[in-house]
């Protein structure tokens, strides 16, 4: 699908994460899938980060968003019983603002977290998932220390407190998959027939393959709470969080 688009959609949401309103068309619309726009800044959902609500608003007439799906082309569902806009209508998109600013605080809070883990105490990621203002995280980690969760929620905040900046750039596959430990997941997910990477770097700490939304920098986050770690077999811990701030 590449960075910039998906099936016949500019993708808005990955060039400015800021943005909360445009105006775009309508060039499909599928009665079971959805409805296709020519630019969106909807957040399709993936990584684990959920997709975006919000509104269409066409000809005095308004259409909840209330998820999306991805095919060829990317959809976005309206909520049940709302008029759909006709191919080829002009239309105003806006994002819930509060949901996705939550979303980028906790998916770049997720990326804190995987870092100092990885700086601290080497291990990778093997799964995780979020929703607004709470997140868990998976970690090849067979004998954390002990005192882990007091330890781990402390170096997490101090290195919130910092602020860094938070940069996203786009380099070709080979470029990207050179530099040092670009993959934290145990297994590479990056499509094989992907030819370009979107990296996500908070500056001096952690520079990860990533197709999510999130803040300019950590100090944006607030501070977070690690609320559990539970054990999910001898070799991974999951780490629980929610913002706090």
């Given amino acids: 699908m ?3 688009h998906h099936g016949r959609t500019e993708r808005l ?5 800021s943005l909360r309103e445009w105006t775009c068309r309508v060039v499909h619309v599928d009665p079971e899938r959805g409805i296709v726009l020519d630019r969106s800044a909807f957040y399709p959902g993936g990584g684990g980060q959920p997709p975006d609500h919000g509104v269409l608003l066409w000809q005095g007439v308004q259409t909840r968003i209330v998820g999306t799906h991805k095919g060829d082309d ?3 569902i309206p909520a049940e019983g709302d008029p759909t806009p006709p191919v080829g209508a002009e239309v105003r998109g806006a994002i819930e603002d509060e949901r996705r600013f939550t979303l980028m605080r906790t998916h770049s809070g997720l990326h804190v977290l995987c870092g100092v883990v990885f700086r601290d105490f080497g291990a990778l990621v093997t799964g995780g998932n979020m929703e607004p203002g709470e997140a868990r995280m998976d970690f090849n980690l067979p004998q954390p220390p002990e005192g882990f969760k007091g330890l ?11 602020d860094r900046r938070v940069s996203v750039r786009v380099l070709p596959r080979d470029e990207a998959l050179a530099i040092p430990d670009i993959v934290r997941t145990q297994t590479n997910l990056i499509p094989p027939d992907e030819q370009e990477v979107r990296i996500v770097d908070i500056e001096g700490l952690d520079v990860q393959a990533d197709g999510g939304t999130h803040v300019a920098s950590i100090g944006q986050v607030g501070r977070i709470q690690v609320v559990k770690v539970e054990s999910k077999g001898k070799q991974n811990r999951r780490v629980r969080i929610r913002l706090v701030s």
Avoid: C, F, R
Avoid at 13 to 17: I, K, R, S, V, W
């Fill in 2 to 4: 590449g960075i910039s």
């Fill in 13 to 17: 949401d990955l060039a400015d994460p």
């Fill in 74 to 76: 990317l959809y976005l």
């Fill in 152 to 162: 781990l929620e402390e170096a997490v905040n101090k290195e919130l407190a910092t």
